[in-house]
């Protein structure tokens, strides 16, 4: 095997340990809850040893930041994936169902506790979320330029407002309780968000 290739294999093999640990984790999250979980049972439910854990991840919010960059780099992938010729509005609902979607239906959500001091402010948490909200501010404006928003809107603030209903757990309860309910709550909350930031005003009964 060549250099270069043993070196490829390296990174694969290293990446799917990185994968198959933060598996492991979501796993006992939903069993016992982030709070509970400790590097030490982790180790063991991954069926590592705790050097080889810590040689990935030095401590819970270490994990907990790669967790959260990586869900927020495939909204990135999947945003860039996307038609930028569609209007505002369309591609704003597309985005908010495609996170609502794959946080409630598909049940993919970052192993997210209280968001420390420490994982607010680690560069990788950094660039990641800012990347986030300036994509996600930058449709907010185009719809305001066109019209489809209210001009009055600050994308900023709403922006933020809807990464906070993606993080609240609470409604975690609503989406358990059957197929149904979730695909119920993914509608209404996208429809919910939309109704925030859009110009035209409800038609009277």
């Known amino acids: ?14 990446m799917e340990r990185r994968c198959s640990i933060m598996r492991a ?3 006992m999250v939903d ?15 991954a069926g590592i040893t705790k050097p080889t854990l810590y040689a990935y991840f030095p401590n819970k919010e270490a994990l907990t930041v790669a967790s959260i960059v990586d869900k927020m780099a495939q909204v990135q992938e999947w945003l860039d994936s996307q038609a930028q010729d569609e209007s505002a509005d369309v591609r704003l609902r597309n985005l908010l169902q495609h996170i609502l979607t794959t946080r409630f239906i ?3 959500r970052p192993l997210v ?3 420390t001091r420490q994982i607010l402010e680690h560069p990788d948490y950094i660039a ?8 996600f501010m930058d449709i907010v404006r185009c719809g305001q330029t066109s019209g ?3 001009p009055a809107a600050d994308p900023e603030l709403y922006t933020r407002t809807c990464i906070s209903i993606f993080r609240d757990r609470e409604y975690d309860c609503l989406a358990s309780r059957s197929p149904e309910a979730a695909e119920t709550l993914v509608e209404q909350l996208t429809t919910y968000m939309m109704k925030m930031i859009e110009s035209r005003l409800p038609e009277c009964p």
Do not use: C, P, W
Not at 128 to 135: K, S, V
């Open 1 to 14: 095997m060549s250099k270069e290739n043993d070196i490829g294999l390296r990174a694969r093999q290293r």
């Open 25 to 27: 984790a979501a796993e």
């Open 128 to 135: 990641a979320h800012g990347h986030i909200l300036n994509t």
């Open 106 to 108: 598909d049940g993919e």
């Open 113 to 115: 506790g209280a968001l």
């Open 31 to 45: 069993t016992i809850g982030y709070d509970a979980l400790t590097m030490d049972q982790l180790a063991e439910h």
């Open 148 to 150: 489809v928003f209210r």
